[in-house]
């Protein structure tokens, strides 16, 4: 009896284990510094703008930015790198099915955000975008993938899936940094409108 117990205390525990994304691979977030990267394959980018100016640069971050990087055996392409004060502090990149294969195998399934449906395109009711979305949360580190499907801004059919990882405090004090072109739609679900 005590060990039917224990197996069912123990069986408990797994489904409700709590996420423990601390960042992919060797880029850990609030621990990774520019200077810890690989000098192959990264490169540094201009420095986001404040959104809606044309020349505000949000001067406490860098951004670098690698085509592929391989971590444990997955290629990792468009890579986006975040550095806010030297520390890493936003990963984005590609989230193909290689990917969320690794991902959920080390992390467990997320919580699944309900679909939404945005129009962007203004050519018809029937070019929508369709945004879902798997997430998952561990000590103020939150990541977020999202998938896109139907019509972009610019009426073109697009299929497209980002994985963000990144401290929740970095996404409150950076809010006013222009960062969407890591992913278009990582605000969108993060905050509907």
Known sequence: MK????????????LFAQSNVTGLGMFRIGITTPDS????????????VVKG?????CTDIR?????????????????FLVF????????????DDLL????SREHGKGKIGPPQLLSLCDEGRDKRMTLTSENWENDGILALAVHARGYNARCRAEQASRLTIAS????????????ESLDPYFDKIRSPH
């Open 3 to 14: 060990s039917l117990i224990l197996l069912l205390f123990l069986q408990t525990g797994v």
């Open 100 to 103: 969320e294969k690794a991902f």
């Open 84 to 95: 806010y004060e030297n520390r890493l502090a936003r990963i984005t990149c590609t989230y």
């Open 168 to 179: 929740q405090s970095f996404l409150a004090i950076t809010s006013e940094c222009d960062l």
């Open 63 to 79: 951004l670098f930015k690698a085509d592929s990087v391989e971590i444990q055996g997955v290629s990792i392409t468009g890579l």
């Open 37 to 48: 990267l690989p000098s192959a394959g990264f490169r540094e980018e201009e420095p986001p």
């Open 53 to 57: 100016t044309l020349a505000l640069v």
